[in-house]
């Protein structure tokens, strides 16, 4: 369904690239009609309950609140006080939604949960239920490391997207600079996850 998903989806994009008249307006609309899902995202490793549904009614609530809020609410993406109160009020609607869908559908199997524990080694924070029927699992996931690895995944890709971007645009110096950012975080993630026994995950 996945691959599926994916061929299907080419054709939209070419479709919808089509009529975008700047990268800035297709940004826009990326993070409008993704407003609210980055919090179940996250949390899908901070907390069990969290299933596909949980997710699935995030992506399609802040798809149809965005478009409501422009097409009957009267907003304007393009202005930025318009576009600040349709990110405002899609997370929150996003939110609640997904929330209740979460609490309203049946979590995901003990034998999922397990399996999904044993490979990838959640934050035991929220994951505690779920680690108990795992006891042989060794405990990796803590919240400082998950905010150090998050915080330079962050300067890694962002390194990663500006410096070969000022490249291409003949901003040698600057797009170098940004790729050695992005080198030291992909150096520290590397190195916080050998050091707290990631390596062997999935063997």
Not at 79 to 93: G, N, Q, S
Request: hydrophobic letters at 55%; one cysteine or more.
């Amino acid at each position: 369904m996945a691959q599926w998903a994916t061929v299907l989806n080419t054709p939209c994009s070419v479709v919808i690239t089509f009529y975008m008249n700047s990268i800035a307006g297709a940004w826009r609309l990326m993070m409008l009609t993704g407003a609210g899902t980055g919090l179940v995202f996250l949390l899908r490793w901070y907390w069990w309950r969290i299933n596909a549904w949980s997710e699935i009614s995030a992506m399609l609530s802040a798809f149809v609140v965005s478009v409501a809020l422009q097409a009957v609410g009267g907003f304007d993406k393009d202005k930025p006080l318009d576009f600040a109160y349709i990110m405002l009020i899609t997370v929150a609607i996003t939110t609640v939604v997904w929330l209740a869908v979460t609490y309203l559908t049946k979590p995901e199997s003990n034998e999922s949960l397990v399996r999904l524990y044993r490979k990838t080694h959640p934050s035991l924070s929220g994951w505690r239920a779920i680690a108990k029927l795992a006891p042989d699992v060794p405990v990796t996931g803590a919240a400082g490391h998950d905010l150090l690895d998050w915080f330079f995944g962050c300067v890694l890709i962002y390194g990663a997207l500006f410096g070969v971007g000022k490249i291409i645009f003949h901003q040698t110096g600057l797009g170098l600079l940004w790729l050695a950012a992005a080198a030291i975080g992909a150096v520290v993630i590397y190195w916080d996850l050998s050091r707290r026994g990631w390596s062997s995950i999935g063997k």
